[in-house]
């Protein structure tokens, strides 16, 4: 079989209000609008922070409730085969200790039924070695943003070196410029995303994919290529 060289732009950092609190469009408008900027991929990355409430630590304790965190990603997949846009499951993971948020890709959607409930409470070292037994790759999301901490690089696969989110932008609070030479200097994987919370985010930015990747597995094999020493911002 001829293989599939055609490059599909991809979003690797999106809520949908449905899950994460902090967002404020539902996952069907967000989809459009990524349409509308010519995007043929998203990856949703709802927040992932068990109990209640966006922050409020707690165990998903039903496999009902651990399902329901799926609901963004539904959504938006339902609403991307209107048009022929790939939609990929992923979270944005935060610790109970500390503010810091991760980014993992390469999950299937049964492997969310099967997460540990009190994983909140891992250190990060145990945490990335649960995603790496799992083949799952795990970034540092807006690791040089103000209020929060680098993480130690070991216990990173690498870190987002490009956080498009235009409100940040204007206000100059991820610091890229940061995150680029300290995922150099660490030799660390990179990736890019906009952190879209509503449609008006979206285009801050975009990795180009071979559409034969656009899986779960294929895209760890995508992203394993893109180290930091041989990128720009523009990944």
């Known amino acids: 079989m001829e293989r599939n060289n055609a490059l599909i732009k991809l979003e690797a950092h999106l809520h949908t209000a449905e899950v994460s ?5 539902k996952a ?3 989809v459009a609008a990524c349409h509308e900027k010519e995007y043929g991929a998203i990856v949703v990355t709802d927040h992932y922070i068990p109990g209640k409430d966006h922050g409020l630590p707690g165990e998903f304790k039903t496999l009902e409730e ?3 965190f799926l609901t963004g990603y539904h959504n938006a997949k339902k609403a991307a085969k209107a048009y022929g846009m790939v939609v990929l499951p992923g979270m944005e993971f935060r610790l109970e200790r500390g503010m810091e948020d991760f980014l993992v890709y390469g ?6 039924d099967e997460l540990p409930g009190d994983m909140y409470r891992y250190s990060l070292k145990e945490f990335h070695a649960y995603c790496s037994e799992h083949g799952w790759l ?3 999301a807006h690791p040089f943003r103000e209020g929060l901490t680098v993480q130690d690089p070991t216990c990173l ?5 490009y956080n498009g989110n235009p409100n940040n932008l204007r206000k100059d609070t991820n610091h890229n410029d940061l995150a680029v030479s300290f995922a150099r200097k660490h030799d660390l994987l990179a990736v890019v ?3 879209v ?4 985010d979206v285009g801050g930015s975009c990795l180009y994919v071979p559409e034969d990747l656009l899986t779960p597995r294929g895209l760890v094999k995508y992203l394993k290529t893109r180290r930091a020493r041989d990128c720009t911002m523009s990944i």
Request: glycine content about 10%; overall charge negative; aromatic content about 6%.
């Open 138 to 140: 795990v970034y540092q």
């Open 107 to 112: 999950m299937e959607e049964q492997d969310f």
């Open 21 to 25: 609190t902090c967002a404020k469009d």
């Open 28 to 30: 069907a408008d967000i």
């Open 193 to 195: 995303g906009t952190d």
């Open 66 to 68: 651990r399902r329901r």
């Open 157 to 161: 696969d690498g870190i987002e070196v």
């Open 197 to 200: 919370h509503r449609t008006g």
